[in-house]
């Protein structure tokens, strides 16, 4: 899909420009866009250095723990087919927290491990169980407490309060994560038990986007 | 009520910078040591973004040079602005469930055109924080288990996107106002 949009844009852009008596401009904006890229990615250095060692402080101070023990009781609420005390259940916690944290690197294989421990539960392997869909409904809302990132991107190009998006930031994703959950809940009594057809994915990050490191993510 | 929720963007990141190593120190955690050890991950991710980054930098800076994206958004203007969605965000809202590299691109393409200040830029800046790459997470995630059959995932994520998009319009309205 990547790999259609990257070359219908270019394609389109060239034709447009050409239509447009532009090509000169495109010419000029494909190694601008380039520099611009470098750039960003340089001014990004600054931030990712140091929230990543504030991030490794926490982990290591066992804040994901804390967190998971807190949010524990919520949890389980949203996982009512999985038993509390069963390993999935502690990767899950670790997952979120570490979402929650920012913590990209470490998220992801905490939610991997979650799978895993879910599809051992899984009775029609291949096939989703309600479980998986709020993990991974829970993932792509992706709650984050600050969106490093785009904080850095808007300082690099001079912002008067480069931080004054991370109060609309956690609104929109607590809006976000509440819809993914009142759906995944909708579709989950709706659907009942697993239908063999239905929608396929890729197999493996291989057969999909060459999409950019999970920290890009979550804008963390 | 505005203003009590733009506090906490003044406050979030001064308390965990300050909360964080003093929880760690407590914990007896050698927390600059620590710093360092974590700090030298950071160079490694923002070097691995460049070429991800690049590229699409590349592809959206001649799309919107051409003509085409000011073509394609002029259509929809009167659409969105009546609704008071800044009409140089709808691009986004198609690119963030698919490429994580492309909406990061494509936001700072326009916070550099349009100016980091700006309504429009705040509001793109704040859908490409609230989100994940949809289908990049389930790509990932079914993937390492060999799940084949999605059912009801694929919908249940693009749905939150979807309400993320407007949620985040509400919030810079509510919080900015038109800028």
């Not at chain 1, 819809?179 to 057969?207: E, F, Q, V």
């Not at chain 2, 700072?108 to 980091?116: A, M, N, S, V």
């Amino acid at each position: 899909m990547v790999n259609w949009i990257w070359l219908g844009m270019i394609v389109v852009s060239v034709f447009v420009g050409a239509a447009n008596g532009r090509l000169n401009e495109v010419a000029e904006a494909a190694f601008g866009g380039a520099q611009t890229g470098v750039t960003v990615c340089l001014g990004l250095i600054s931030i990712l250095v140091f929230w990543m060692g504030l991030m490794k402080i926490a982990e290591n101070a066992g804040l994901v723990r804390l967190l998971s023990r807190l949010m524990a009781p919520i949890v389980r609420r949203m996982f009512p087919d999985v038993p509390p005390d069963h390993p999935a259940m502690g990767y899950i916690l670790s997952n979120m927290s570490a979402n929650l944290l920012g913590l990209g690197n470490a998220a992801t294989p905490m939610g991997i491990r979650a799978m895993q421990e879910l599809q051992k539960l899984n009775r029609q392997p291949g096939v989703a169980t309600p479980a998986m869909c709020t993990l991974l409904a829970l993932n792509t809302a992706s709650i984050t407490l600050v969106p490093t990132t785009m904080i850095a991107i808007r300082m690099n190009f001079g912002a008067i309060h480069p931080a004054d998006i991370v109060a609309p930031t956690l609104l929109a994703t607590a809006v976000s994560t509440g819809a993914a959950l009142l759906a995944d809940r909708w579709y989950r009594h709706r659907s009942g038990p697993p239908r063999a057809a239905g929608k396929r994915i890729g197999n493996g990050p291989a057969a999909s986007s060459p999409s950019a490191p999970a920290s890009l993510g979550g804008g963390g | 009520m505005a203003d009590w929720i733009a506090r906490v963007s003044a406050w979030t990141i001064p308390m965990l910078i300050a909360f964080i190593p003093l929880y760690a120190a407590l914990r007896k955690v050698p927390v600059y040591e620590t710093f360092i050890d974590g700090a030298k991950d950071g160079f490694q991710t923002a070097i691995a973004i460049i070429p991800h980054l690049v590229g699409m930098m590349t592809a959206i800076g001649m799309f919107r040079a051409s003509g085409a994206l000011d073509a394609i958004i002029g259509v929809v203007r009167p659409l969105l602005e009546a609704i008071g969605v800044p009409s140089q965000v709808l691009p986004l809202a198609l690119l963030r469930p698919i490429t994580g590299a492309g909406s990061l691109a494509f936001v700072t393409d326009l916070i550099k055109t349009e100016g980091p200040d700006t309504f429009a830029a705040k509001v793109a800046a704040t859908i490409q924080g609230s989100t994940d790459t949809t289908l990049y997470v389930l790509t990932v995630y079914f993937g390492a288990v060999g799940i084949r059959n999605a059912r009801y995932a694929l919908k249940v994520g693009l749905f939150s996107d979807f309400v993320g998009f407007f949620a985040a319009v509400a919030a810079c309205w509510l919080l900015f106002g038109m800028g």
